[in-house]
């Protein structure tokens, strides 16, 4: 009996185009924009994983896609790329993962790593991914941009905590050096949210510093004690502390800064940023 199952995209149509050619004819304008701005240097560095803006691909893939082409250009291989991302809908446990064997995109489906979900241990909480637009709004990204095949493993957040942070990295850690796995992480993630463009900025700049310093607990602080309004803190923490794990001495590096009223002139915007983290 075939019990597999496909959890069905829920912001396809929305937050990018739901044909593949729009996608990819999308995506190559926009390359075609930031190509010059790219730093393609970065590709020949080992790389553990990166920031990703998570907002409809008209607003952030100008940042998102700094990152993407410069994974493509290290022609660097991965079994698993796992998804860590915050939770929008306020349903599921505080580590939630999904019951689905595939996730569905205009691009066909991506298989999920159950081997490697099963052995986490984590909540098994579908409701917590469903609807949430934050882990699938990278896969069209991966689909586009690797030659090669690859499973997912999304994870998403509602407790986001220090904590919280270091439980996810250890286990990703271990689990992929058990299982023998060359992953890569991804953290899921918008900056400050509907405030002036400088407001935004000054505030995510002094987080900024604190990423590309690998000092978690400092940025968890900062967002929670000046309330800036980061959705996806906890996953950055994450990749933080794994990055940690990976190398005695890892480093971030900001691809490109920028946010939603450079698209739709706004005095209330949302900001975006990519960043590198690598070995």
Known sequence: MNTSTTRKSAVSGTFYPNKKSEIENLLNKI??????????????????????????????????????????L????????????????????PISLDNNNFWETPFGNIEIDKEFSDL????????????????????PFLQHFFKFDFKILPITMSVQNIENA?????????IENKLNRKIIVIASTDFSHYVNAE???NADMEIIKYIEEINPELLIQTVKSKRITMCG???????LEYSKL?????????????????INNSDKV????????FK
Not at 74 to 93: A, L
């Open 31 to 72: 390359l075609e924009k930031e190509e010059s701005f790219i730093d393609k240097k970065l590709s020949g560095k080992e790389i553990i994983g990166g920031i990703v803006p998570h907002a409809g691909y008209i607003y952030s893939a100008y940042q998102a896609i700094h990152f993407f082409e410069i994974l493509k």
């Open 120 to 139: 986490t241990n984590f909540s098994i909480s579908p409701e917590a991914h469903i609807k949430e637009h934050s882990g699938e709004v990278m896969l």
């Open 233 to 239: 803190f906890g996953p950055v923490a994450t990749i």
């Open 166 to 174: 270091k439980i996810i990295a250890n286990k990703i850690f271990e």
């Open 74 to 93: 290290s022609k660097q291989k991965f079994d698993t790329v796992i998804i860590i991302n915050p939770n929008h809908t306020g349903y599921g446990k």
């Open 270 to 277: 949302v900001d975006y940023a990519s960043i590198l983290v």
């Open 199 to 201: 407001t935004g900025k």
């Open 246 to 262: 990976k190398s005695k001495n890892p480093k971030a590096k900001l691809l490109k800064f920028g946010n939603s009223g450079e």
